[in-house]
Protein backbone atom coordinates (compact mmCIF):
# COMPACT_ATOMS: atom_id res chain seq x y z
CA UNK A 1 0.00 0.00 0.00
CA UNK A 2 1.54 3.31 -1.18
CA UNK A 3 1.50 6.15 1.45
CA UNK A 4 1.76 9.08 2.08
CA UNK A 5 2.38 10.48 5.34
CA UNK A 6 2.08 14.29 6.95
CA UNK A 7 2.04 15.55 10.20
CA UNK A 8 -1.88 16.48 11.03
CA UNK A 9 -1.20 19.62 13.36
CA UNK A 10 -2.04 22.34 14.08
CA UNK A 11 0.97 23.73 13.65
CA UNK A 12 0.89 27.18 15.01
CA UNK A 13 3.47 30.27 13.41
CA UNK A 14 3.29 33.75 14.17
CA UNK A 15 2.56 36.11 11.37
CA UNK A 16 5.74 36.83 9.73
CA UNK A 17 7.56 33.71 10.18
CA UNK A 18 8.53 30.71 7.93
CA UNK A 19 6.23 28.31 8.24
CA UNK A 20 7.54 24.13 7.39
CA UNK A 21 5.48 21.71 6.13
CA UNK A 22 6.94 18.01 5.66
CA UNK A 23 5.88 14.96 4.06
CA UNK A 24 7.51 11.37 3.44
CA UNK A 25 6.51 8.97 0.19
CA UNK A 26 6.72 5.54 0.57
CA UNK A 27 6.93 4.72 -3.46
CA UNK A 28 10.07 4.96 -4.38
CA UNK A 29 9.49 5.40 -8.35
CA UNK A 30 7.58 8.74 -8.15
CA UNK A 31 8.55 11.57 -10.50
CA UNK A 32 6.17 14.05 -9.42
CA UNK A 33 5.10 15.65 -6.39
CA UNK A 34 2.74 18.23 -5.35
CA UNK A 35 1.16 20.44 -2.72
CA UNK A 36 -2.37 21.98 -2.02
CA UNK A 37 -3.70 24.33 -0.10
CA UNK A 38 -7.35 23.68 0.74
CA UNK A 39 -9.44 26.56 3.31
CA UNK A 40 -12.07 24.97 5.16
CA UNK A 41 -15.48 24.11 3.10
CA UNK A 42 -13.30 24.89 -0.05
CA UNK A 43 -12.16 21.77 -2.69
CA UNK A 44 -8.25 21.35 -2.57
CA UNK A 45 -6.13 24.31 -4.73
CA UNK A 46 -2.85 23.12 -6.46
CA UNK A 47 -0.27 25.49 -5.09
CA UNK A 48 3.42 24.00 -5.99
CA UNK A 49 3.96 21.42 -7.89
CA UNK A 50 7.90 19.81 -7.99
CA UNK A 51 9.52 16.86 -10.00
CA UNK A 52 13.17 16.75 -9.09
CA UNK A 53 15.70 16.91 -6.39
CA UNK A 54 16.26 20.54 -4.59
CA UNK A 55 14.21 23.67 -4.24
CA UNK A 56 11.78 25.48 -6.48
CA UNK A 57 10.79 28.88 -5.49
CA UNK A 58 7.11 30.52 -6.83
CA UNK A 59 6.52 33.67 -4.53
CA UNK A 60 6.33 33.26 -0.86
CA UNK A 61 6.68 29.72 -1.25
CA UNK A 62 9.25 27.00 -2.04
CA UNK A 63 8.46 23.34 -2.51
CA UNK A 64 11.41 20.89 -1.85
CA UNK A 65 12.36 17.29 -2.44
CA UNK A 66 14.72 15.37 -1.39
CA UNK A 67 14.11 11.57 -3.73
CA UNK A 68 16.86 9.78 -1.51
CA UNK A 69 14.88 9.99 1.40
CA UNK A 70 11.98 10.07 -0.17
CA UNK A 71 10.94 13.58 1.22
CA UNK A 72 8.78 16.80 0.64
CA UNK A 73 8.55 19.83 2.40
CA UNK A 74 7.04 23.49 1.75
CA UNK A 75 8.41 26.44 2.78
CA UNK A 76 5.97 29.11 3.16
CA UNK A 77 7.75 32.81 4.05
CA UNK A 78 6.47 35.71 5.57
CA UNK A 79 3.54 33.84 6.59
CA UNK A 80 -0.04 35.59 6.50
CA UNK A 81 -3.26 35.08 8.04
CA UNK A 82 -4.61 34.04 4.70
CA UNK A 83 -2.19 31.13 4.44
CA UNK A 84 -4.35 29.42 7.43
CA UNK A 85 -5.17 26.19 6.27
CA UNK A 86 -4.91 22.80 6.01
CA UNK A 87 -2.03 21.63 2.99
CA UNK A 88 -1.79 18.65 1.32
CA UNK A 89 1.18 16.79 0.15
CA UNK A 90 0.17 14.50 -3.01
CA UNK A 91 2.62 11.94 -5.18
CA UNK A 92 2.18 10.69 -8.24
CA UNK A 93 2.05 6.73 -8.58
CA UNK A 94 4.95 5.54 -10.95
CA UNK A 95 2.89 2.31 -12.21
CA UNK A 96 -1.19 4.22 -12.74
CA UNK A 97 -2.43 3.90 -15.85
CA UNK A 98 -4.13 6.71 -14.96
CA UNK A 99 -1.41 9.10 -13.44
CA UNK A 100 -2.88 8.33 -9.74
CA UNK A 101 -2.12 10.68 -6.84
CA UNK A 102 -1.61 10.09 -3.44
CA UNK A 103 -2.62 12.32 -0.67
CA UNK A 104 -1.90 12.73 2.48
CA UNK A 105 -4.38 13.37 5.08
CA UNK A 106 -2.67 17.30 5.36
CA UNK A 107 -1.43 19.37 8.23
CA UNK A 108 -4.02 22.04 9.23
CA UNK A 109 -1.44 25.28 9.80
CA UNK A 110 -2.64 28.11 11.96
CA UNK A 111 -0.60 31.94 11.75
CA UNK A 112 -1.42 33.90 14.83
CA UNK A 113 -1.24 37.71 14.61
CA UNK B 1 -7.24 28.24 -16.97
CA UNK B 2 -8.73 24.86 -16.62
CA UNK B 3 -12.19 24.51 -15.00
CA UNK B 4 -14.02 21.49 -13.62
CA UNK B 5 -17.97 22.21 -12.91
CA UNK B 6 -19.90 20.23 -10.52
CA UNK B 7 -23.77 20.71 -11.19
CA UNK B 8 -24.66 21.06 -7.76
CA UNK B 9 -22.60 22.74 -4.51
CA UNK B 10 -25.04 21.24 -1.87
CA UNK B 11 -27.40 18.19 -2.14
CA UNK B 12 -30.37 17.03 0.06
CA UNK B 13 -31.21 13.54 -0.69
CA UNK B 14 -33.60 10.67 0.37
CA UNK B 15 -32.08 7.21 1.92
CA UNK B 16 -32.90 4.89 -1.23
CA UNK B 17 -33.01 7.29 -4.23
CA UNK B 18 -30.84 7.08 -7.32
CA UNK B 19 -28.45 10.17 -7.06
CA UNK B 20 -26.28 11.80 -9.85
CA UNK B 21 -23.52 13.70 -9.41
CA UNK B 22 -21.96 15.71 -12.47
CA UNK B 23 -18.98 17.01 -13.31
CA UNK B 24 -17.62 18.82 -16.81
CA UNK B 25 -14.42 19.68 -17.39
CA UNK B 26 -13.23 22.04 -20.55
CA UNK B 27 -9.37 21.69 -21.04
CA UNK B 28 -9.14 18.32 -22.85
CA UNK B 29 -8.16 16.14 -20.23
CA UNK B 30 -7.89 12.86 -20.45
CA UNK B 31 -8.39 11.83 -16.57
CA UNK B 32 -10.93 12.60 -14.58
CA UNK B 33 -11.60 11.33 -10.91
CA UNK B 34 -14.37 11.26 -8.03
CA UNK B 35 -13.02 11.61 -4.58
CA UNK B 36 -15.09 11.87 -1.02
CA UNK B 37 -14.02 13.80 1.85
CA UNK B 38 -15.24 12.98 5.33
CA UNK B 39 -13.11 14.33 8.23
CA UNK B 40 -10.46 12.75 9.70
CA UNK B 41 -10.72 10.24 6.50
CA UNK B 42 -8.93 12.37 3.86
CA UNK B 43 -9.72 11.94 0.49
CA UNK B 44 -10.71 8.66 -0.58
CA UNK B 45 -10.48 7.51 -3.97
CA UNK B 46 -13.90 6.07 -5.06
CA UNK B 47 -13.61 5.66 -9.54
CA UNK B 48 -11.71 6.99 -11.88
CA UNK B 49 -11.15 7.46 -15.89
CA UNK B 50 -8.07 7.60 -18.19
CA UNK B 51 -10.22 7.39 -20.92
CA UNK B 52 -13.68 7.58 -22.35
CA UNK B 53 -15.78 4.68 -21.67
CA UNK B 54 -13.08 3.53 -19.77
CA UNK B 55 -13.36 3.19 -15.87
CA UNK B 56 -11.19 1.78 -12.68
CA UNK B 57 -12.38 1.40 -9.40
CA UNK B 58 -10.85 3.21 -6.44
CA UNK B 59 -10.22 2.49 -2.94
CA UNK B 60 -14.15 2.72 -2.09
CA UNK B 61 -16.45 2.06 -4.98
CA UNK B 62 -18.88 -0.29 -3.03
CA UNK B 63 -22.39 1.25 -3.32
CA UNK B 64 -21.34 3.98 -6.37
CA UNK B 65 -21.14 3.62 -9.74
CA UNK B 66 -19.75 6.02 -13.39
CA UNK B 67 -20.57 6.97 -16.30
CA UNK B 68 -17.84 8.41 -19.03
CA UNK B 69 -20.04 8.83 -22.48
CA UNK B 70 -17.99 12.38 -23.67
CA UNK B 71 -14.39 13.32 -22.95
CA UNK B 72 -15.10 16.44 -20.81
CA UNK B 73 -17.98 14.39 -18.17
CA UNK B 74 -17.88 11.83 -15.65
CA UNK B 75 -20.59 11.02 -13.53
CA UNK B 76 -20.52 9.61 -10.41
CA UNK B 77 -24.03 7.69 -9.84
CA UNK B 78 -25.05 6.56 -6.57
CA UNK B 79 -27.42 3.64 -6.60
CA UNK B 80 -28.89 3.67 -3.67
CA UNK B 81 -28.06 6.41 -1.53
CA UNK B 82 -27.13 5.34 2.04
CA UNK B 83 -26.99 7.76 4.76
CA UNK B 84 -23.50 6.98 5.09
CA UNK B 85 -22.81 8.37 1.81
CA UNK B 86 -23.30 11.72 3.33
CA UNK B 87 -20.38 13.58 2.48
CA UNK B 88 -18.20 16.18 -0.08
CA UNK B 89 -17.65 14.74 -3.67
CA UNK B 90 -14.95 16.18 -5.39
CA UNK B 91 -14.20 15.96 -8.97
CA UNK B 92 -10.64 16.20 -10.19
CA UNK B 93 -9.38 16.30 -14.09
CA UNK B 94 -5.49 16.29 -15.38
CA UNK B 95 -3.45 15.48 -17.99
CA UNK B 96 -0.91 12.91 -17.48
CA UNK B 97 1.76 13.79 -15.45
CA UNK B 98 0.13 17.00 -14.13
CA UNK B 99 -1.26 17.70 -11.12
CA UNK B 100 -5.23 17.35 -10.54
CA UNK B 101 -7.91 20.59 -10.71
CA UNK B 102 -10.56 20.14 -8.82
CA UNK B 103 -14.04 20.89 -8.74
CA UNK B 104 -15.64 23.40 -5.91
CA UNK B 105 -17.74 20.31 -4.36
CA UNK B 106 -20.85 18.86 -3.86
CA UNK B 107 -21.86 18.53 -0.11
CA UNK B 108 -24.47 15.57 -0.43
CA UNK B 109 -26.64 15.12 2.62
CA UNK B 110 -28.99 11.68 2.62
CA UNK B 111 -31.89 11.56 5.33
Known amino acids: QKEVEQNSGPLSVPEGAIASLNCTYS??????FFWYRQYSGKSPELIMS????GDKEDGRFTAQLNKASQYVSLLIRDSQPSDSATYLCAVRESDSSASKIIFGSGTRLSIRP | DVKVTQSSRYLVKRTGEKVFLECVQDMDHENMFWYRQDPGLGLRLIYFSYDVKMKEKGDIPEGYSVSREKKERFSLILESASTNQTSMYLC??????????FGSGTRLTVV
Open chain 1, 50 to 53: IYSN
Open chain 1, 27 to 32: DRGSQS
Open chain 2, 92 to 101: ASSLVAYGYT
